[in-house]
């Protein structure tokens, strides 16, 4: 069977593959690496070899990946308590990794951010309309200090709001249900 394409494939066609040829030129030459690779691995990764580690192609670091060494078992065999079970229950729900870690930021660069002590992402100012993590938290001073919820009208209706899926302890990672809207 013959299944005429488009008269406009051959131009793209052609253009893909002199600008291919042409960085497999240039790439030669320089550090082909450094022509992708956005800054250094961290020191934890240097080690590794690959892009295609963490990488997938035309999709970029996925949590497939990361999961591919960082299993359940991995975090069973290596971690803290605490740290074990947050992890584990990350992989069982599916939650992205990259939503609290990083890479390519220098081989001394941290690759835990951000959210380290926010477990709701920016996503709890866009949603509740709040600006500040202390309309619903008083916190303790000091690390290792607890976090109190403030018994107010804001987390009361934040409570109501899930229809029964916001549960006492169970719902402070919002991402892992809801979609932050804009980054
Ligand atoms: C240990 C895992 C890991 C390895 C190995 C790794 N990367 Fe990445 N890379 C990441 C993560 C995670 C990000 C996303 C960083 C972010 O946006 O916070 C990223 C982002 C990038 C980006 C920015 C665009 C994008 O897809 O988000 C490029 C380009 C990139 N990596 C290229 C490379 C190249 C080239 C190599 C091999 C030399 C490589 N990476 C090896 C984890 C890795
Ligand atoms: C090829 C295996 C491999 C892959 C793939 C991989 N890692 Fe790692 N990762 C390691 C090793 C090994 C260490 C160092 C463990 C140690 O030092 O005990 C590490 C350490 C870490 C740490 C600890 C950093 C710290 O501050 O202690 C984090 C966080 C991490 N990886 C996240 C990720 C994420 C996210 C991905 C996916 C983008 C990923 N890793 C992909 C092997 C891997
Ligand atoms: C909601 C935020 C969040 C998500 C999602 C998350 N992490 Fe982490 N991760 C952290 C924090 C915070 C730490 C530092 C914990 C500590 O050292 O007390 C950490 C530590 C780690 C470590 C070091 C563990 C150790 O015991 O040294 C690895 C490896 C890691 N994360 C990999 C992953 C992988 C793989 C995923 C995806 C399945 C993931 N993380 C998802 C926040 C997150
Ligand atoms: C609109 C109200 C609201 C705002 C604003 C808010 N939080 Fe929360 N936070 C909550 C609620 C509700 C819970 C308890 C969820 C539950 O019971 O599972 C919580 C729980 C927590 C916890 C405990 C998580 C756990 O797993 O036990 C921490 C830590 C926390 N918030 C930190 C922060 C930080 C940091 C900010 C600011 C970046 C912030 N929160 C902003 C409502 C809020
Ligand atoms: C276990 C899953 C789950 C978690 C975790 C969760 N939610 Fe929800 N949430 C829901 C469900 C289900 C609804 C009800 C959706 C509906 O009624 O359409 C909801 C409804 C809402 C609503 C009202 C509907 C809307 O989209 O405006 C808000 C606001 C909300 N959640 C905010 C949060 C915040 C903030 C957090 C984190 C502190 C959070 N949720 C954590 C499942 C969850």
């Given at each position: ?38 800054g250094d691995l961290s020191q934890y990764h240097a ?50 990794c990259l939503?609290c870690h990083t890479e390519h930021r220098g081989r001394l660069g941290q690759i835990v951010i951000g959210e380290t002590g ?66």
């Amino acid at each position: 069977m013959y299944l005429p394409l488009p008269s406009s494939i051959l131009p793209i066609t052609l253009a893909l593959t002199l600008l291919l040829i042409g960085w497999l030129g240039w790439a030669n030459e320089r550090d082909p690496e450094s022509l992708w690779a956005p800054g250094d691995l961290s020191q934890y990764h240097a080690e590794i070899g690959t892009c295609t580690s963490c990488h997938q192609a035309f999709r970029g670091p996925t949590t497939a990946k990361c999961v591919g060494c960082h299993s359940l078992q991995w975090f069973a065999d290596i971690s803290e308590a605490t740290v074990k079970e947050f992890h584990q229950s990350k992989i069982r729900n599916g939650r992205s990794c990259l939503d609290c870690h990083t890479e390519h930021r220098g081989r001394l660069g941290q690759i835990v951010i951000g959210e380290t002590g926010n477990p709701h992402g920016e996503y709890i100012f866009l949603a509740t309309g709040t600006r500040s993590c202390t309309d619903c938290h008083a916190f303790g001073s000091g690390p290792g200090k607890p976090t109190m919820l403030l018994e107010n009208d804001l987390s009361r209706s934040l409570f109501a709001k899930g229809s029964g899926a916001h549960q006492p302890g169970e719902f402070a990672d919002c991402l892992q249900c809801h979609v932050a809207r804009s980054q």
